[in-house]
């Protein structure tokens, strides 16, 4: 053993230390063991710019296997054609005013929207290739999150070269409303929300670099997909390490893929949310950890 792993050493028992004594951590969370991910500071300068050559300190969490790929509403991984089709690496830091967030996205077809473009909700940013990026800021476990809250998201970030998109929740509550079934091709019907909520399309493109969100975003065409690259703020979030007085964050994240620019998605990988409803869900969320 290397005498240069003792810093990291420390660093992974303070951190088991401070899990340990908060009690916010032992809340129900995802029941996949590896939807923990330790967010460091950041060291140097970001620029958002969907060039990921600032991110290179930075460990990745990569999502290339069958056990990644959202099962329901028609999708599995029995179209996958493995890595090239479709697998994802990303990177979160933070310092006191934002959460950043990179990811490469590999995928052999990249899109441009036509879901997000369309009016009506038969198809939207859930059918366009891009990232989908859950944050329950306070880490408060709640089961259902609506348009209009600015600490429990659901955010779509759809691709394009020339008016990448931006979307943030889906749903609003509506006393008496049944609850919302997503149609499969072979007639059987599965939940796609609860009871008494309405789906409405929220884009906040225009408005990302304002309050509450603070947000600036890019993308990035690569020679064998693309980059998303961006920063917000967290209100709710305590933007300082677990282990120095802070909060696990909810976290959970999304690749979107769509092959034929038309119709329903091929595939999505899902880092902690591939069941059921578990994506509205924050109490399913992975733990987002800043140390
Ligand atoms: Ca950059
Ligand atoms: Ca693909
Ligand atoms: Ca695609």
Avoid at 151 to 161: C, G, I, K, P, T
Wanted: proline letters at 6%; a negative charge; hydrophobic letters at 40%.
């Amino acid at each position: 053993m290397s005498t240069r792993r003792w810093p990291q050493i420390a660093m992974v028992f303070l951190l088991v230390c401070a899990c340990l004594m908060t009690p916010e951590a032992s809340l129900a969370s995802s029941p996949y063991s590896w939807a923990t991910y330790y967010a460091p500071k950041r060291t140097t300068a970001i620029t958002i710019d969907g060039d990921l050559s600032d991110w290179e300190s930075v460990r990745g969490f990569k999502m290339d296997q069958e056990k990644f790929f959202f099962v329901g509403q028609g999708m599995s991984s029995k179209s996958w054609g493995g890595p090239r089709d479709l697998s994802a690496t990303f990177k979160v830091v933070w310092d006191e005013q934002y959460i950043y967030v990179a990811v490469h996205v590999v995928d052999d077809k990249v899109n441009e929207p036509f879901g997000s473009l369309a009016s009506g909700m038969d198809t939207g940013s859930w059918d366009d290739d891009g990232v989908e990026l859950m944050f329950d800021n306070d880490g408060s476990n709640m089961s259902h999150y609506y348009i209009g809250d600015p600490m429990h998201h659901e955010f779509h970030f759809v691709y394009s070269a020339n008016h990448p998109l931006v979307f943030d929740n889906f749903w609003k509550y509506q006393e008496g409303a049944p609850q919302p079934m997503f149609a499969l091709p072979n007639g059987e019907k599965e939940p796609l929300a609860f009871a008494n909520e309405v789906m409405a399309k929220h884009e906040i493109t225009r408005v990302f670099a304002n309050p509450p969100y603070n947000g600036a975003f890019a993308f990035r065409r690569t020679a064998d997909g693309y980059n998303l690259e961006l920063r917000m703020s967290l209100p709710g979030a305590l933007m300082k390490p677990l282990h120095d007085s802070g909060r696990f964050i909810g976290f959970d994240i999304a690749i979107n893929d769509n092959d034929e620019g038309k119709g329903p998605l091929k595939q999505q990988l899902h880092w902690s949310g591939m069941n059921d409803l578990y994506w509205r869900d924050c109490s399913f969320f992975g733990k987002l950890i800043l140390y």
